[in-house]
């Protein structure tokens, strides 16, 4: 069993796992999307996953993950980046506003395509040991509190895929992911979606408009 592994993937990882996004702004701005999206080509996404018996670290999760986690066996924390190449990439289109956009919406769109990755890896790594796994879930989401950051990043060995927490417990390089994931042979993953969340996050306030 992988008690911790570190991956290093590339942008073709990320593209055959989440499929093109080059229409991804609508059908009138692909070729200037594949335009931009070739700009990433270089980068290099990295995550780390570290596998604990659920007594080893005590998370102030709250109420709605705490239910999540209450027949874990194994907890899966993870700390995944698209790097620092990604903010400089970015910010080489701030004189135009509509490729400046396009790029952060894609390196958005790739952060969420490398937690899907780290995702399927801690799956694979429950199946191993005849268990299944929870959703992910993240500091600051589904009322947990962020600054439980600090405790998931200090049981990384080391400064995980080198990236930084600010003092408000926000992570640098942007576009970087973490979280946890619930593994037991009693856990069960649910469907996203808004409705199952209580939390009034801004997705839901633009909805109401």
């Not at 290093?8 to 996004?21: K, M, P, R, V």
């Not at 070729?31 to 102030?60: K, Q, W, Y």
């Not at 698209?82 to 919406?105: M, V």
């Amino acid at each position: 069993m992988e008690e911790h592994c570190k991956i290093i993937l590339t942008l073709q990882d990320l593209e055959s796992l989440s499929g093109s996004h080059h229409g991804s702004l609508g059908d009138d701005f692909t070729d200037e999307t594949r335009e931009i999206a070739a700009s990433f080509i270089n980068l290099r996404p990295s995550c780390e996953i570290l596998i604990l018996n659920p007594g080893d670290i005590h998370f102030n999760f709250g109420k709605k993950v705490s239910a999540k986690f209450v027949n874990a066996e194994k907890m899966a924390l993870f700390v995944a980046t698209l790097g620092p190449e990604a903010s400089e990439i970015i910010n080489s289109f701030r004189e135009d506003p509509f490729s400046y956009y396009a790029a952060d919406h894609l390196a958005s769109l790739y952060a969420e395509a490398l937690a899907d990755f780290v995702h399927k890896k801690a799956e694979s790594i429950a199946v191993k040991m005849g268990m299944k796994i929870s959703n992910r879930y993240s500091p600051g989401y589904c009322g947990w509190r962020v600054s439980d950051q600090k405790l998931l990043f200090a049981a990384f060995p080391g400064s995980p895929c080198n990236v930084k927490l600010t003092e408000g417990s926000l992570m640098y390089p942007v576009k970087s992911v973490s979280g946890v994931v619930a593994m037991g042979r009693n856990v069960s993953f649910e469907p996203y979606g808004c409705e199952t969340c209580n939390d009034k996050c801004l997705n839901k306030l633009i909805k109401e408009i």
